[in-house]
């Protein structure tokens, strides 16, 4: 079964902080991967996409990199604020299953 | 350049009714899929259009049908609503280069049903 694991579910940070969220695959057969920001009670927001062939993307503050062998994403943000706040979900459009499998999220508190 | 819309925002219906929601993809988009996202469940994929026919289909049940036009606004319908069916339904919409080969999904901001 095609599954995607996104743990901790929660973390708790200090401002400034550099931090790490994990994203995990149960298949190497992707093509791409994606990671979105989402606001209580709002729609998702696209922070980077990675395609099968790429090993990372950077945006601002962000770096997303992929390891399809061992079937792991990770999303670094560098220097984390307040309004970093927020629920992050990757999710993975897995060759041939026709969508993408979100995991269920990691919910950030950055603390002034 | 406008992105994703969805109307409503916010329905409140009762059991056995149905509903339809509407969404606008981002210009030059046509490829539109819908979500389901509950606390307890999660984003859960319902359908994906692509040129006015249905591509790919989740693990629902036939309740949920949607359809696609020429413009490539999408529209989803959910017939004799359950309590179960209260949730935020998310569409997205891509530039699907492929079936390999597919773009940045765009989220809209999500209509929230309530059934009562």
């Known amino acids: 079964k095609q599954e995607v694991t996104q743990i901790p579910a929660a973390l708790s940070v200090p401002e400034g902080e550099n931090l790490v969220l994990n994203c995990s695959f149960t298949?190497?057969?992707?093509?791409?991967l994606q990671w979105f920001r989402q606001d209580p009670g709002k729609g998702l927001t696209s922070l980077l996409l990675?395609?099968?062939?790429?090993r990372e993307q950077t945006s601002g503050r962000l770096n997303a990199s992929l390891d399809k062998s061992s079937g792991r994403s990770t999303l670094y943000i560098a220097a984390s604020q307040p309004g970093d706040s927020a629920t992050y979900l990757c999710?993975?459009?897995?060759?041939?299953?026709?969508?993408?499998?979100f995991g269920d999220g990691t919910t950030l508190t950055v603390k002034p | 350049k406008a992105g994703v819309t969805q109307t409503p925002r916010y329905l409140i219906k009762t059991r056995g009714q149905q509903v339809t929601l509407s969404c606008s993809p981002i210009?030059?988009?046509?490829?539109v899929s819908w979500y389901q996202q509950t606390p307890g469940q999660g984003l859960q994929f319902l359908f994906e259009y692509f040129s006015e026919t249905q591509r790919n289909k989740g693990n629902f049940p036939g309740r949920f049908s949607g359809r696609q036009f020429s413009n490539s606004r999408s529209e989803m319908n959910v017939s004799t609503l359950e309590l179960g069916d209260s949730a935020l339904y998310l569409c997205?919409?891509?530039?699907?280069?492929?079936?390999?080969?597919?773009?940045?999904?765009?989220f809209g901001p999500g209509t929230r049903l309530t059934v009562l």
């Open positions: 298949d190497s057969a992707i093509y791409n």
């Open positions: 210009s030059g988009h046509r490829s």
């Open positions: 990675i395609q099968s062939s790429q």
């Open positions: 997205a919409s891509s530039l699907r280069i492929s079936q390999e080969y597919y773009n940045e999904q765009f």
């Open positions: 999710a993975v459009r897995f060759a041939n299953a026709g969508k993408s499998t």
